[in-house]
């Protein structure tokens, strides 16, 4: 099955500085990354995804880097801010066809904290 | 609220007690999933739906656990004779199946089960 790793496991920077959280995947089969971000006992939002046809995507501050050869994803924050402090989980996904049910593999999280 | 919903938010049980969760996913989702989410870790995959159909099960998903969508709408996820290894946060997510593959999940704000 699908394998998720994250790294760091904890990340702190000053505000406004830019913020880079890494993923590997194990699955070649896998076409579809989200970025979730999850705030103390709150449910998980997503903030922004690829597709595996496309190697990056940006909205605003945040952006998405895709190398499908090596199997490995990037979230980056520019410009972060006191209230992007969260935990941040990648995951990996087959989109839904055929025998693939679209089940999230997430990586283990990433603890974002922005110091003002 | 039109967002997932799970009843209850928090339950606390004795270990050897039976509990249940309901998730009421996005009106018109079709397709339902759960995860289980312990402290520090990225959620997991646990079980999913396709409107009344269960079509994926993870091998997490002991004998002692079990899951329904009798009408295709709300779900539940029952636990017999829990363990204090139940204990974990349990997330509900659902996403419209369709054209283009729609991928966001959305989820639920998840039921806390500790069990003491």
């Known amino acids: 099955g699908e394998n998720v790793e994250q790294h760091p496991s904890t990340l702190s920077v000053q505000e406004g500085d830019s913020a880079v959280i890494k993923c590997t995947y194990s699955d070649s089969a896998s076409n579809y990354f989200p970025w979730y971000k999850q705030e103390l006992g709150k449910r998980p939002q997503l903030i922004i995804d690829?597709?595996?046809?496309?190697g990056e995507k940006k909205d605003q501050r945040i952006a998405v880097t895709l190398n499908k050869t090596a199997k490995h994803f990037s979230l980056h924050i520019t410009e972060t801010q006191p209230e992007d402090s969260a935990v941040y989980f990648c995951?990996?996904?087959?989109?839904?066809?055929?025998?693939?049910?679209?089940?999230?593999?997430f990586g283990q999280g990433t603890i974002l904290t922005v110091h003002p | 609220d039109t967002g997932v919903s799970q009843d209850p938010r928090h339950k606390i049980t004795k270990r050897g007690q039976n509990v249940t969760f309901r998730c009421d996913p996005i009106s018109e989702h079709n397709r339902l999933y759960w995860y289980r989410q312990t402290l520090g870790q990225g959620p997991e995959f646990l079980t999913y739906?396709?409107?009344?159909?269960?079509?994926?099960k993870s091998r997490l998903l002991s004998d002692r656990f079990s899951a329904e969508r009798p009408k295709g709408s709300f779900s539940t996820l029952e636990i017999q004779r829990t363990e204090q290894g139940d204990s974990a946060m349990y997330l509900c997510?659902?996403?419209?199946?369709?054209?283009?593959?729609?991928?966001?999940?959305?989820f639920g704000p998840g039921t806390r089960l500790t069990v003491l």
């Open positions: 739906f396709q409107n009344e159909a269960q079509l994926e």
């Open positions: 997510a659902s996403n419209p199946s369709g054209l283009a593959a729609y991928n966001e999940q959305f």
């Open positions: 690829i597709r595996s046809n496309v």
């Open positions: 995951a990996a996904s087959r989109i839904p066809g055929g025998t693939s049910y679209g089940k999230l593999t």
